[in-house]
T-cell receptor, first 116, second 110 residues
Framework: DAGVIQSPRHEVTEMGQEVTLRCKPISGHNSLFWYRQTMMRGLELLIYFNNNVPIDDSGMPEDRFSAKMPNASFSTLKIQPSEPRDSAVYFC??????????????FGPGTRLTVT | GIQVEQSPPDLILQEGANSTLRCNFSDSVNNLQWFHQNPWGQLINLFYIPSGTKQNGRLSATTVATERYSLLYISSSQTTDSGVYFCAVESLTGANNLFFGTGTRLTVIP
């Protein structure tokens, strides 16, 4: 399996621009997670989907952030408008959920976002 | 949410030495994972270990769920073991997502 695929790997943009990050989860996984990693806050969950439905978006910083999962093999995280404080590494992860919780989560390589 | 504490925060080892990394958590857990974040930023799965003991080569891990801690053992360390080791847990009673500790930064010197 190719693992979790993210694109782009690096993104540099100017403040105010729209940014779209993409993720393809591992085939057969039914849950997808978006995380953000910064020096100040470490790794934190932004949102997760189960069977393409958003379950918990309490970690989304503000209305400038939105995420979609139109089908089981694709998700996007959009920031509009972007701000310098959004600079971070954004990870996507996928997993399989059972009635007792999640099995092992697998992470993509991340997208390093720099907003100038 | 659940609190996850890792110790030590930083560790410097001579190549060939052994080490133990600790992860304490504040609530009962459904899921516990250990990750290695390499110098290129990739998060590599090491263990999925909500309880018990597992071994994989020079690495092993033990989780004592009743006492709310997990240990990661690295034996005969190599320079390629350098990076940050994260413990992450899914609370049994809380939301279904992983909460990460702040990590242990390991540097192995030749």
């Amino acid at each position: 399996d190719a693992g979790v695929i993210q694109s782009p790997r690096h993104e540099v943009t100017e403040m105010g621009q729209e940014v779209t990050l993409r993720c393809k989860p591992i085939s057969g996984h039914n849950s997808l997670f978006w995380y953000r990693q910064t020096m100040m806050r470490g790794l934190e969950l932004l949102i997760y989907f189960n069977n393409n439905v958003p379950i918990d978006d309490s970690g989304m910083p503000e209305d400038r952030f939105s995420a979609k999962m139109p089908n089981a093999s694709f998700s996007t995280l959009k920031i509009q408008p972007s701000e310098p404080r959004d600079s971070a590494v954004y990870f996507c992860a996928s997993s399989l959920i059972s009635d007792r919780g999640f099995y092992e989560q697998y992470f993509g390589p991340g997208t390093r976002l720099t907003v100038t | 949410g659940i609190q996850v504490e890792q110790s030590p925060p930083d560790l410097i080892l001579q190549e060939g030495a052994n080490s133990t990394l600790r992860c304490n958590f504040s609530d009962s857990v459904n899921n516990l994972q250990w990750f290695h974040q390499n110098p290129w930023g990739q998060l590599i799965n090491l263990f999925y270990i909500p309880s018990g003991t597992k071994q994989n080569g020079r690495l092993s891990a033990t989780t004592v769920a009743t006492e709310r801690y997990s240990l990661l053992y690295i034996s005969s360390s190599q320079t390629t073991d350098s990076g940050v080791y994260f413990c992450a847990v899914e609370s049994l009673t809380g939301a279904n997502n992983l909460f990460f500790g702040t990590g242990t930064r390991l540097t192995v010197i030749p």
